[in-house]
Nanobody, 124 residues
Framework: QVQLVESGGGLVQAGGSLRLSCAAS????????MGWFRQAPGKEREFVAA????????DYSDSAKGRFTISRDSAKNTVSLQMNSLKPEDTAVHYC?????????????????WGQGTQVTVAS
């Protein structure tokens, strides 16, 4: 199995940027498709972005496309989410997830391991 620890959340003004990181330990990092999800108060957890096992393919939600960039560093066993042009509606706990498979998926039910989450708050 794999353990995931997120970092990089915080408070930012609308239009600002944050970079989230997720450090993975345990089983071979390249065994997992990695993704970022978020959950706002009173709402269900939703997909944000995903990246394939070796970084060749990515997928983004409509709200993230053009503003966020997901990347992974196999040497450091990390996956990152660069978030630019942040909006108040991006406010949520952001979670890193690992999927034991080879295809990208937006479905939360396909995630095998979760981090503890990191809070992102965007002030208007």
């Amino acid at each position: 199995q794999v353990q995931l620890v997120e970092s990089g959340g915080g408070l930012v003004q609308a239009g600002g940027s944050l970079r989230l990181s997720c450090a993975a330990s345990g089983r071979t990092f390249s065994s997992y498709v990695m993704g970022w999800f978020r959950q706002a108060p009173g709402k269900e957890r939703e997909f944000v972005a995903a990246i394939s096992r070796f970084g060749g393919s990515t997928d983004y939600s409509d709200s993230a496309k053009g503003r966020f960039t997901i990347s992974r560093d196999s040497a450091k066993n990390t996956v990152s989410l660069q978030m630019n042009s942040l909006k108040p509606e991006d406010t949520a706990v952001h979670y890193c997830g690992a999927r034991d498979g080879s295809t990208l998926s937006r479905r939360i039910s396909t995630i095998n391991y979760w981090g503890q989450g990191t809070q992102v708050t965007v002030a208007s």
